[in-house]
């Protein structure tokens, strides 16, 4: 569909593995989180705004980044990635000041400092002529994107919700649409016509394509909520489904979520998608 491969040319990203030096202290994404956002707004409060909050009314701001776990590597560890999305490049140069600066003011009771000891590249994909052809090459299985039998799965907890209750058995649909849903928030499409012929499209597209059952079972993760000072639950099911002849037409879509995240609490790593 079009309004996909122009919604998907509006969301720009870049991600990067940055490997840690953190002393003495456990670092978790949450806590890492915490500190760097408060030295960017120490920093820049009106990138901090734009980036950190996501900017705009308070109803429809969507933070332009994640801080999520990296695969387990005795090489590496501890890591973290760090996936920036929609940021202008004038404003990426105090996001990395804020991580020397967050490194200074330390992590845990004690503040221990700590530091980016190295940053790798990972992948950027900008609005450009071949786009398709990047996400198929970052593409994880061999063969054909669309028709390969694959898995999708969630490590990392999903969180998904329908009249503000956990889906604890998501359909491939319910994955594509909440996808769709964040994918044209990144972009800021509005909720009008457009956007409900392509919640439409992309809800048949899943529907018609064949899928296993949901396999998987609920975990829920704890969280400390600066704003409410107090620890919040935040309910999810880790699990997967099998796709046995590929994604179809959504595969584009499935590519820029192993990157984006789909679902509630996708700062934190929540709804994070591995293709296997």
């Known amino acids: 569909m079009r309004v996909l491969d122009n919604l998907i040319g509006r969301v720009r990203f870049s991600a990067w593995r940055l490997l840690l030096d953190t002393p003495h202290v456990r670092a978790t994404s949450p806590m890492l989180r915490g500190v760097w956002g408060r030295a960017l707004h120490f920093l820049d409060a009106k990138t901090y705004h734009e980036v950190f909050e996501g900017g705009g009314p308070q109803d429809r701001r969507v933070p332009r980044y994640i801080i999520r776990p990296a695969p387990a590597d005795p090489a590496t560890a501890p890591a973290i990635d760090f996936v920036l999305i929609n940021v202008r490049a004038e404003q990426q140069p105090v996001l990395w000041e804020a991580w020397a600066m967050a490194g200074g003011m330390g992590l845990g009771p004690n503040r221990t400092p700590f530091c980016?000891?190295?940053?790798?590249p990972l992948i950027t994909l900008r609005h450009q002529v071949g786009t398709s052809q990047l996400l198929a090459r970052d593409w994880p299985i061999e063969g054909s994107p669309s028709q390969t039998p694959c898995t999708i799965e969630f490590r990392a907890p999903l969180r998904l919700l329908r009249d503000r209750k956990l889906l604890e058995q998501p359909a491939y649909s319910d994955i594509a649409?909440?996808?769709?849903?964040?994918?044209?928030?990144?972009?800021?499409?509005?909720?009008?016509?457009?956007?409900?012929d392509l919640?439409?499209?992309?809800?048949?597209s899943a529907t018609q394509t064949p899928a296993h059952a949901w396999r998987g079972q609920r975990t829920d993760v704890v969280r400390w909520s600066a704003a409410q000072?107090?620890?919040?639950?935040?309910?999810?099911?880790?699990?997967?489904?099998?796709?046995p002849e590929g994604p179809g037409k959504l595969w584009t879509l499935l590519a820029y979520l192993r990157w984006l995240h789909v679902g509630k609490g996708t700062t934190l790593g929540m709804g994070q998608l591995d293709l296997c």
């Open 177 to 196: 649409t909440a996808g769709a849903r964040r994918l044209a928030a990144l972009a800021s499409l509005e909720r009008g016509a457009t956007y409900r």
């Open 229 to 243: 000072r107090k620890a919040v639950k935040l309910h999810g099911v880790t699990g997967s489904l099998y796709l």
């Open 199 to 204: 919640q439409q499209w992309v809800r048949d």
């Open 116 to 120: 980016v000891r190295k940053k790798v």
